[in-house]
């Protein structure tokens, strides 16, 4: 017992409100990530593991284009690029070889390791705010949520556009249903690889603005990635599930992923604010988006059973009034 009382004390509330303005800063940076994760899982309906290497491809480039003297905003669209070409090879593997997703992710995944390395020279580069100029970085978290909303806000906006038009419309066809989607004429190939390259674009730009904001760019900087990236959207479905139920519309989709990501950084501030192992941090993830992955199933399964119960109630109740 006095062990208990022990560790509750020493919790202070404020340390946990000092650090939710970082917690909120990492949170849209990953938000944007998880955009890109949307157009494949959501979108496209397509398990795209690319990300955890296009993640860092992104903060690779934009360090190394740094440290050589490059302008900020053109290492930020280089990386962005980059993110492009990965995507471009991942709908290539698959469309052409015909590589299942899972695998062709996967390849591509395994071979932007190296080429990160290649990019990098070594593991680890630092991009510190004091000797670079830098779109957003946590010396002032202030400005660094302001920009991250900012940049949201233009993606979403870009996104809401681009997903309204013939092209866009042809993706999330191909998404819902290939095989009607061929019958009607669409490239479902182009369509697939089109998204991809969108997909893993919007993820290198996230990871270039981490690396920036961190400081650093790492080679294993974007190992886990795609399960964060799934936990902001999973997140942002259940909420908007709870909030707007089936009136729910495109654009207020894009926003909830964003929130996610929000969210899911402040599950893990909490969950460090509650001094668990740090090892264990990929663990928490797992359980955290394991549960927000179930809810929707268990949720549809509950009113399945209740509307199953209510049919066999009124033909039990109508079989009784024949009878009488």
Do not use: C
């Not at 729910?248 to 969210?263: A, K, Q």
């Not at 899911?264 to 663990?283: C, F, N, Q, R, S």
């Amino acid at each position: 017992m006095d062990v208990i009382i022990s560790y509750f004390s020493s919790l202070n509330p404020m340390n946990l409100l000092s650090q939710l303005p970082g917690n909120v800063a990492q949170g849209i940076i990953w938000g944007i990530m998880a955009l890109g994760v949307f157009i494949t899982f959501k979108l496209l309906n397509f398990a795209d593991l690319t990300v955890d290497g296009s993640f860092a491809t992104g903060g690779a480039v934009t360090a190394i284009l740094l440290i050589n003297g490059v302008p900020v905003w053109i290492a930020v669209i280089a990386a962005l690029v980059a993110g492009i070409l990965a995507g471009l090879i991942t709908g290539l593997l698959h469309t052409l070889l015909g590589i299942p997703d899972i695998l062709s992710g996967i390849l591509t995944q395994i071979a932007l390791y190296s080429i990160n390395l290649n990019i990098m020279g070594k593991s680890n580069l630092p991009i510190s705010y004091r000797n670079y100029t830098l779109v957003i970085s946590a010396s002032n978290i202030n400005m660094a949520i302001l920009v991250g909303l900012i940049i949201s806000a233009i993606i979403i906006t870009l996104m809401y556009w681009y997903f309204g038009t013939e092209q866009g419309s042809t993706i999330r066809s191909t998404g819902s249903n290939p095989s009607m989607s061929k019958a009607q004429g669409i490239n479902i190939n182009v369509a697939k690889v089109i998204a991809l390259a969108l997909s893993n674009g919007l993820v290198a730009l996230a990871g270039s603005f981490s690396a920036q904001y961190q400081g650093f760019s790492d080679v294993n900087m974007g190992r886990g990635a795609i399960v964060i990236g799934l936990a902001a959207v999973i997140i942002g479905e259940v909420i908007g599930e709870a909030l707007f139920r089936k009136r729910i519309n495109f654009v207020i989709r894009l926003i909830l992923v964003v929130v996610g990501g929000i969210l899911y950084y402040i599950a893990m501030g909490i969950v460090l604010w509650l001094k668990m192992p740090t090892d264990d941090t990929k663990l928490f993830t797992a359980v955290i988006v394991a549960i927000f992955l179930a809810v929707p199933y268990l949720k549809g399964k509950s009113k399945n059973s209740f509307k199953k119960l209510a049919k066999e109630n009124l033909k039990n109740r109508m079989g009784g009034g024949k009878n009488a």
